[in-house]
């Protein structure tokens, strides 16, 4: 490669969403009655929809813009158990036993897919493998040890290894056995497609804004469109909940960001896949793409909106790339953004204590492939059987103020900087862009976002998020305003791209801070 600017020169999209076709499914046009209705086209809202429908359930999945489009188009795709070191600190914090429970979970639900995988003929690319969490620094030596002895007394099939099948310099990891790594969305576009017949149905471009529930009665889902899908449960699948209910979930989750880069190196790579223990974050698998093989290479992680200038962070994957391997050319290079709970587990099950028939999930913290999955079959049989055996692990109902206090805390007084920082800051009066940049500026309006395109056209949005207020920051990678309160994101025209704001940025009189669904 002659130089870094190569990983500007490629495709700025999900290698996943490139290599698969296009879905079509309709927005709702007509009030609707179903069983479930499942808010969200991720890996959740599909794989839940599938196992519904195969048990006889009328459902229909209602997803704001295409179905696996969002965090799960935009995955690593690793199908693991090992999602960092966890488990020591799993049995810490909630004891052996309810640790069991989350190992069990995600073990058994790397089984679950291959089992759904073989059922159903589906070529997704499926590969066993293991799967290593390594480190190059000795500072990690025991907490390696530790989660080996932790991983062990749960029952995975796990060992401390010196030799690490990568070609730079390693000291030690923790190797999980019978992992594996698939193409997404070949395998979830194959469950849609089993999903809609016999009443259920999938509807793109449909944007949820409201549930309205009283007790002991059936659920109606609103659309922007003021469309009403009538049904005995509701599973919330849309990343960021769409609807609060006094969960208090804005107040619980923070959003994180990372990025990655698919290139093609000249020297074969470890069937295996990798991500490191310490800062910063290096993930690494190999994709089959049918004539070749791509590296994917991630990390760079930091809370959303904190920065303005992210495109550093594909030019630090970049450099890590040139230094450890031989490298040929980048390919691909995509972001994502996560939501993150205090505690580090997901919250899945019962919206609230008191709501029978609304269903979350949430909060998979960059391992959505497995918690996914998990989900799903957990959601599921609280509305087949009324309880799961992984319940309690997940319970969204389990937050303890007290016993995430340092984190909770941090982040919110984060938030509370954010719905007040910059708005009495001093701004530039005149607006000086070049082609490409962005600048907060002051205008007789009040505190504005102003973006000049490739063409010299000036584009000015209100930056105020339409969520619940908080100041936007300009994001120059992907040439958004980003929340850094709750992550939702906006073109420079002010048009919705993703996160719980569903009002564009140029239409604030509409309402949503007031009437918001999140904050009933």
């Not at 296009?22 to 609707?32: I, N, Y």
């Not at 989660?147 to 000291?171: Q, R």
């Not at 769409?242 to 290139?263: N, T, V």
């Not at 020297?267 to 190999?286: G, H, Q, V, W, Y």
Request: hydrophobic share 35%.
């Amino acid at each position: 490669m002659s130089n870094l600017s190569d990983v500007f020169s490629s495709r700025h999209e999900a290698y996943w969403i490139l290599s698969t076709k296009e879905t079509g499914f309709p927005p709702l046009k007509d009030d609707l009655r179903v069983d479930v209705a499942i808010i969200g086209g991720g890996i959740v809202g599909i794989t839940a929809a599938y196992l519904l429908k195969k048990k006889g359930y009328k459902v229909a999945v209602l997803e704001s813009d295409k179905i696996l489009h969002g965090t799960t188009g935009h995955t690593t795709a690793k199908l693991t158990s090992q999602h960092g070191l966890i488990y020591h600190k799993l049995i810490s914090k909630f004891g052996e036993e309810k640790a069991k429970e989350y190992a069990d979970a995600n073990e058994s639900s790397i089984q679950f897919v291959s089992d759904i995988i073989k059922e159903n003929g589906i070529e997704c690319n499926y590969e066993v493998c293991p799967s290593y969490v390594y480190t190059s620094s000795k500072e990690y030596i025991k907490k390696i040890e530790e989660e080996v002895e932790a991983a062990s007394k749960l029952g995975i099939n796990s060992a401390y290894v010196e030799k690490i099948p990568l070609p730079f310099d390693t000291i030690c990891a923790v190797r999980f056995d019978n992992q594996a790594k698939f193409h997404p969305l070949k395998y979830l576009l194959a469950l849609s497609s089993k999903i809609t017949e016999e009443g259920s149905d999938i509807f793109e471009h449909t944007t949820v804004v409201d549930i309205k529930h009283e007790h002991n009665s059936k659920s109606e889902v609103i659309t922007r469109d003021g469309k009403k899908v009538t049904s005995d449960f509701v599973i919330i699948a849309s990343h960021y909940p769409c609807y609060d209910g006094l969960g208090m979930y804005f107040a619980r989750m923070y959003i994180e960001k990372s990025y990655l880069i698919g290139l093609k190196i000249k020297d074969k790579f470890s069937e295996a896949i990798f991500i490191n223990a310490e800062s910063p974050t290096r993930s690494l698998r190999t994709a089959n793409t049918g004539e070749d093989e791509i590296l994917l290479v991630g990390g760079e992680n930091h809370i959303t909106a904190s920065e303005k200038d992210t495109n550093i962070h594909y030019e630090s994957l970049a450099n890590f790339s040139k230094e450890n391997f031989n490298l040929d050319k980048i390919l691909y290079r995509w972001s994502t953004q996560d939501c993150m709970t205090v505690d580090g587990v997901p919250y899945v099950g019962k919206l609230t204590s008191k709501t029978e028939d609304i269903f979350v999930a949430t909060g998979f913290g960059k391992w959505g492939m497995t918690n996914g999955t998990a989900a799903a079959r957990i959601l599921t049989d609280h509305i087949i059987k009324g309880e799961s055996p992984w319940q309690e692990v997940y319970n969204p109902s389990r937050f303890d103020v007290l016993a995430a206090s340092g984190k909770f805390i941090a982040h919110n007084l984060d938030v509370a900087n954010n719905y007040i920082g910059g708005k009495i800051a001093s701004v530039p009066k005149d607006i000086k862009l070049k082609s490409g940049e962005a600048e907060v500026i002051k205008t007789d309006e009040g505190k504005m976002g102003a973006y000049k395109d490739e063409n010299g056209k000036l584009h000015l949005v209100n930056i105020t998020c339409t969520h619940l207020g908080c100041e936007l920051v300009w994001n120059d990678a992907e040439k958004t305003w980003d929340c850094p309160c709750h992550g939702s994101r906006f073109t420079f025209d002010g048009e919705n791209v993703e996160g719980p704001a569903f009002i564009p940025l140029n239409h604030q009189g509409e309402g949503q801070n007031e009437k918001d669904a999140n904050i009933k």
